[in-house]
């Protein structure tokens, strides 16, 4: 059987799609033939506007994710606007950057809380459906270069991206058997509203873009591939994963 990287009648529930990462990924997947659940905290205008261009359906469920309290209602709320759910990206994330002297305990939960905790809560509650409808399905946990390096000034982005891809496995471990897959893309220096103080900051810019062999930073459209790829039958044989997509950052 040749592979198919077609996702007509899929439907994707994508966090934090209203802008950077997320958007892309949401636009690329509905290139690729996906309907979409929009979920997050601010309006998906732009996405939407995308996304039913190319003739998908859309629906934005709104929800802060820095608390597990909407975890239940989010998944709810897309089987009945959409249908079901075949695909969920992990996406929404966020930092907070200071010294680790000065490190506060909400620096810490405001990261660990949505980067980590709602990620394993949220892709639960939609296992759980897909186990209760007897079928599989993929899950796409966003990581990052801090899932594999230390990094400076962000100790709990880096606690809770390499959390993300031990979670990542762990899940895979436990998911393959019921056709459930589970991946990480981990991309590398994107120009997003995350990493513009990076981009302000003319020490750190030059620093980061002479250590990227392409020479430049990611645009959002260029997590698309990865994302259509391990949301498709392509990847069915494919669990506990992470596909580096950074401009060959981690070669150096
Ligand atoms: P971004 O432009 O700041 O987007 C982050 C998204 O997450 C936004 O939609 C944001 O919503 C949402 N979000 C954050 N906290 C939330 C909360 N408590 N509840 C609901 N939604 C929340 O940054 P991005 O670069 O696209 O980041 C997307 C993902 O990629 C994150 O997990 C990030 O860690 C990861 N990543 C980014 C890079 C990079 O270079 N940019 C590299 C590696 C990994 P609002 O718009 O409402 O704030």
Same mark, same amino acid.
């Given at each position: 059987?040749?592979?198919? +990287?077609? *996702? &007509?009648?899929? !439907? #994707?529930?994508?966090?934090? =799609?209203?802008?950077?990462? %997320?958007?892309? $990924?949401?636009? /690329?997947?509905?290139?690729?033939?996906?309907?979409?659940?929009?979920?997050?905290?601010?309006?998906?205008?732009?996405?939407?506007?995308?996304?039913?261009?190319?003739?998908?359906?859309?629906?934005?469920?709104?929800?802060?994710?820095?608390?597990?309290?909407?975890?239940?209602?989010?998944?709810?709320?897309?089987?009945?606007?959409?249908?079901?759910?075949?695909?969920?990206?992990?996406?929404?994330?966020?930092?907070?950057?200071?010294?680790?002297?000065?490190?506060?305990?909400?620096?810490?939960?405001?990261?660990?809380?949505?980067?980590?905790?709602?990620? +394993?809560? *949220? &892709?639960?509650? !939609? #296992?759980?459906?897909?186990? =209760?409808?007897?079928?599989? %399905?993929?899950? $796409?946990?966003? /990581?990052?270069?801090?899932?594999?390096?230390?990094?400076?000034?962000?100790?709990?982005?880096?606690?809770?991206?390499?959390?993300?891809?031990?979670?990542?496995?762990?899940?895979?471990?436990?998911?393959?058997?019921?056709?459930?897959?589970?991946?990480?893309?981990?991309?590398?220096?994107?120009?997003?509203?995350?990493?513009?103080?990076?981009?302000?900051?003319?020490?750190?810019?030059?620093?980061?873009?002479?250590?990227?062999?392409?020479?430049?930073?990611?645009?959002?459209?260029?997590?698309?591939?990865?994302?259509?790829?391990?949301?498709?039958?392509?990847?069915?044989?494919?669990?506990?994963?992470?596909?580096?997509?950074?401009?060959?950052?981690?070669?150096?």
């Amino acid at each position: 059987m040749s592979p198919s +990287f077609d *996702l &007509s009648g899929k !439907v #994707a529930l994508v966090t934090g =799609a209203n802008t950077g990462l %997320g958007q892309g $990924i949401a636009v /690329a997947l509905a290139q690729a033939g996906a309907d979409i659940a929009a979920v997050g905290r601010s309006a998906p205008s732009d996405t939407e506007a995308r996304v039913t261009a190319l003739g998908r359906r859309f629906a934005w469920i709104e929800a802060s994710l820095d608390t597990i309290a909407p975890v239940q209602g989010v998944v709810d709320a897309a089987l009945e606007r959409l249908g079901r759910i075949d695909i969920l990206v992990n996406n929404a994330g966020t930092i907070r950057r200071n010294d680790a002297l000065d490190f506060t305990e909400d620096d810490w939960d405001a990261v660990v809380g949505v980067n980590l905790k709602t990620l +394993f809560f *949220l &892709s639960q509650a !939609v #296992a759980r459906t897909l186990v =209760a409808a007897g079928r599989g %399905g993929k899950i $796409i946990n966003i /990581a990052s270069m801090l899932s594999f390096q230390g990094g400076i000034r962000v100790a709990s982005y880096t606690a809770s991206k390499s959390g993300v891809l031990g979670v990542t496995r762990l899940l895979a471990n436990e998911w393959a058997s019921k056709g459930i897959n589970v991946n990480a893309i981990a991309p590398g220096y994107f120009a997003t509203n995350n990493t513009e103080a990076l981009r302000n900051d003319e020490a750190r810019n030059a620093a980061i873009l002479e250590r990227i062999p392409a020479g430049r930073w990611g645009d959002p459209s260029d997590l698309g591939g990865a994302a259509v790829y391990l949301a498709s039958n392509a990847a069915d044989y494919v669990h506990g994963a992470v596909l580096p997509v950074d401009g060959g950052w981690l070669a150096r």
